[in-house]
């Protein structure tokens, strides 16, 4: 008895035990890439994943009666990485990428930021809707599902591959708050998308009824309520944490605090109907600027900005890991990978319209470096966010066809495009600026610089009215 119950083998795997062989797998192939390829971290692992997946494709191909494509297969599935991104990892990643980002930075940039992140992803998903409609015969509304989750820049692929790319400060924190923004309009735009493509079926993977379709009106209607609602609620919930860690000098207690913020907040968001993404960069943005200047002593603002970073790499190998194994989970036939290749041309263009429309409106009123199009067009990385919305996708015969030209653009968008964002900068203009006042041309300082200067700022004592 004891024997037969050695040799039984659970049907699934726990919480537990997924999250052991992530963290494994994501510690083993960074190790390899470490000591091999010497690859961005995040890209390193990536490539090792996927060339590992395809190992094991090629050969349960040469020898069909191992049968260890299927059980890898069913292990991937198993992982739910739709609901494990979006129900999860997505609500800490941008809250950590949104704690890094300043405020005053956005104020200086806030038209270019907006813009690019409205009217530059309304293009966008018109282009490759449009495009990906005349190519594959797909429906219109449907083929804008597609554009609309193609076209934000994934603020975790971005951030990942900044750090690595040694871009200068002022380009970064303009990238990184697009990035973050564009995300959180894009995944609105997607839900609304669903709701008129699929009325009967629409959602977002999550069972929610409340998102299913109805007409313009209601479309217009539910944009309001998820953009605006998911940024009042993350202000709300930023500034009360805020006001509790000013009250507070315990570092480990004010780390918890943050992380309740971004689990809490997030799980909160999804509850109330709003744009949980939106709220978790609102809340980031306020804690990171306002709560590290007057609510936190010089102690735990460095505690605080380690214990991020750390949770930022960490999360970022899993996703990344996760992408490369995802092939498993993607049909590829002929149809859909001329498709997939056809919508990397497709993406492109429409990113270089996001770019340089919003630029170009702009351009009489303010000056802009040489080089700003070329590098905002290269380095707008497409990431794991795409690959789960389009998991998420409600089932019909186009959703095979939408994931594989997904993946096959996330993946030439990580690997290809972050890889060479670099020497794009440097051909383009080396290290420009995105956007420079017409007096005083200064150079911004570099991310340790602030940092650094921001660590010797002591706790502004709280005045007995604001207690």
């Known amino acids: 008895m004891l024997g037969q119950r050695q040799n039984e083998r ?46 094991v494709l090629g050969l349960d191909a040469l020898i069909p ?16 990485f739709s609901d494990a991104l979006l129900e999860g990892m997505l609500g800490l990643l941008l809250f950590a990428g949104a704690l890094h980002v300043k405020i005053s930075d956005l104020r200086e940039q806030w038209k270019v930021v907006f ?129 509790v860690m000013r009250l507070i000098d315990d570092y480990p207690l004010e780390v918890l605090l943050t992380l309740g913020l971004a689990f809490g907040g997030y799980e909160l968001a999804v509850a109330l109907h709003v744009s949980a993404p939106i709220m978790a960069v609102t809340a980031g943005l306020l804690i990171g600027d306002v709560g590290a200047k007057h609510g936190m002593s010089v102690e735990t603002r460095a505690y605080v900005d380690a214990f991020w970073k750390l949770v930022d790499e960490i999360l970022n190998a899993v996703l990344f890991l996760m992408i490369g194994f995802e092939v498993f989970a993607v049909a590829f036939d002929v149809d859909s990978v001329i498709a997939g290749v056809a919508a990397i041309g497709l993406a492109l263009v429409a990113r270089l319209a996001a770019v340089s429309v919003p630029v170009l409106l702009l351009k009489p009123f303010r000056a802009f470096s040489r080089g700003v199009i070329p590098i905002m067009t290269w380095g707008g990385l497409k990431g794991g966010i795409s690959v789960a919305l389009a998991l998420s996708l409600p089932e019909s015969e186009w959703k095979a066809t939408i994931l594989t030209a997904t993946y096959i653009v996330v993946l ?56």
């Open 115 to 243: 813009l690019m992140a409205t009217l530059g992803v309304a293009l966008s998903t018109l282009i490759v809707g449009t495009g990906f409609s005349w190519i594959t015969g797909m429906p219109f509304l449907v083929a804008l599902v597609f554009g609309a989750l193609i076209s934000p820049t994934d603020p975790v692929a971005v951030l990942g591959v900044l750090r690595e790319a040694n871009l200068q400060k002022t380009l970064e924190t303009k990238i990184a708050g697009e990035s973050l923004f564009n995300d959180g309009v894009g995944y609105v735009v997607y839900l609304v998308l669903v709701g008129l493509a699929f009325p009967v079926m629409a959602g977002h993977g999550h069972g929610d009824e409340s998102h299913s379709g109805g007409g313009f009106a209601d479309a217009a209607q539910l944009f309001f309520q998820e953009a605006v609602g998911g940024a009042v609620l993350g202000i709300v919930l930023g500034w009360l944490v805020f006001r």
């Open 10 to 55: 659970p049907e699934q795997m726990n919480i537990l035990q997924i999250a052991s062989l992530l963290i494994v797998l994501a510690g083993a192939f960074g190790a390899i890439n470490y000591l091999f390829l010497k690859l961005p971290s995040a890209i390193g692992i990536l490539v090792v994943a996927f060339v590992a997946s395809l190992a």
């Open 412 to 467: 030439f968008s990580i690997i290809v495009q972050g890889l060479t964002v670099t020497r794009v900068a440097e051909r383009a203009g080396r290290e420009p600026e995105l956007m420079l006042p017409r007096v005083g041309l200064e150079p911004a300082p570099r991310l340790a610089d602030t940092r650094r200067r921001d660590r010797i700022i002591p706790r502004r004592p709280a005045g007995p009215l604001e207690m």
């Open 65 to 80: 009666t191992l049968t260890i494509a299927e059980e890898v297969r069913a292990v991937v599935l198993e992982l739910h």
